[in-house]
């Protein structure tokens, strides 16, 4: 039997403390044997106000474990690259400890926003691991030395265990149960529990909403230009321009504060834009194409599945 630690960090989301607890339960149920045993770990006190507002209890501190076979991390709301930084910064008192624990551990997760948690503490950084898609600068400036693709849904490395954000940590679970107990229990519970099969790829739910999260207001001035001139060329030297910066500058500026280059951010701005064409108008895709910028539609085509994994007229079928 595992005996897995659920730390569970302040502004924890309770869907996540709540569905693993319910996915290790159903893995014992479907077994019909004890499986795994759970404790809730609070970080500073033995309690933990989730995101919602609601106070759980907790079997006991961080400080106060000292081995588990599975430390798992819940991930927390985002509110910010600011207050994400200062919520990191609270487990620098426990950095030794939460290292002596991981190396002891048969299994370390976290997902979402607790991989920054645990990334403060050193211990990822031998190691390869994904994170919530829109965290990319984020890791850039903290965390230069971690090797991180935001891309896959989730990631195993050795013993570590990572996955996206937020319900990443569904497909994540039934990856660990599979490992743990095999293909057979794992199936039982994806089938009794509906969970859907998602694809690998983070990249479907990328968004551009969420690069918008910074305080830098000259790029922010940009970022809204290049939404509302979605049909113009936006060539990195006409972005620069705009910008009244060189391109060089202009780049470092979209890495440093979007993680994304500025090619690539238009690219997703246009795909998205697309996207709402083909699900709130009855525009002919030819249209949509040229509407965001492109003029072939078998190439636009084409970017769309990759990112989506639906061509255009399938994508828009779902909403017929």
Request: hydrophobic share 40%.
């Amino acid at each position: 039997m595992y005996n897995v630690a659920i730390i569970c960090p302040e502004g924890a989301l309770a869907t996540g403390i709540t569905g693993v607890i319910d996915i290790l339960n159903v893995a014992n149920i479907l077994a019909k044997k004890p499986m795994f045993s759970w404790q809730l770990v609070g970080v500073e006190t033995q309690s933990v106000k989730t995101s919602q507002g609601l106070t759980i209890a907790c079997d006991l501190k961080l400080a106060d474990l000292h081995s588990t076979d599975v430390m798992l991390w819940i991930g927390s709301q985002f509110e910010g690259p600011q207050k994400l930084w200062r919520a990191c910064r609270v487990f620098t008192p426990y950095r030794e400890h939460i290292n002596e624990l991981a190396r002891s551990s048969e299994y370390t997760i976290a997902t979402c926003t607790s991989v920054c948690y645990l990334a403060s503490s050193g211990f990822l950084d031998p190691y390869h691991v994904t994170s919530s898609w829109w965290l990319k600068a984020f890791y850039q400036r903290h965390f230069p030395q971690l090797k991180v693709s935001q891309e896959k849904v989730y990631l195993q490395d050795g013993k570590v265990i990572t996955s996206g954000a937020a319900q990443c940590y569904f497909t994540m679970m039934l990856h660990f149960i599979r490992q743990t107990c095999g293909i057979e229990l794992a199936d039982k519970l994806s089938s009794w529990l509906a969970i859907p099969e998602l694809t690998t790829s983070q990249q479907p739910y990328m968004q551009i909403g969420a690069f918008e999260l910074h305080q830098d207001e000259r790029l922010l001035a940009l970022q809204n230009y290049i939404k509302n001139n979605l049909s113009a060329p936006l060539t990195v030297e006409q972005m620069a321009k705009q910008l009244s910066v060189s391109e060089r500058t202009l780049i470092r500026r979209f890495q440093k504060q979007i993680g994304l280059t500025p090619s690539n951010y238009v690219r997703l701005a246009r795909l998205e834009k697309a996207k709402q064409l083909l699900r709130t108008t009855r525009i002919n895709t030819g249209d949509v194409v040229e509407q965001v910028g492109y003029q072939d539609i078998g190439s636009f085509n084409r970017i769309f599945k990759e990112q989506y994994g639906k061509t255009l007229n399938e994508y828009r079928a779902q909403f017929c």
